[in-house]
């Protein structure tokens, strides 16, 4: 079975979600990001989600993480939580 490592930046608008974007392309910790800006309680890990399988995150999600190549911000990405920055850290197909 599939597994991915991933970690993710949350916030509630497209625009920040990009802003976000722009500043890690230009240099920023993808971590420190997380840790400041993140709504979700995995920032204050860095963003850091762990390992999981194909179909355990949000539909949305799961595309972008078994389908991104890994080590690539991808984003933003919609889902009922709000905009989402990912990374995908490792992944086994």
Request: proline content about 2%; aromatic content about 6%.
């Amino acid at each position: 079975m599939a597994k991915a490592s991933a970690r993710h930046i949350l916030v509630d608008s497209e625009e920040k979600c990009e802003q976000l974007k722009s500043e890690i392309e230009a240099g920023a910790d993808f971590a420190e990001l997380a840790r400041q800006h993140s709504t979700c309680p995995s920032g204050q890990r860095g963003g850091e989600l762990g390992e999981f399988g194909r179909g355990q995150m949000v539909r949305e999600f799961d595309e972008v993480v078994f389908s991104a190549e890994v080590g690539t911000v991808q984003g933003p990405v919609r889902t009922q939580f709000g905009y989402h920055l990912i990374e995908v850290t490792s992944r086994n197909d």
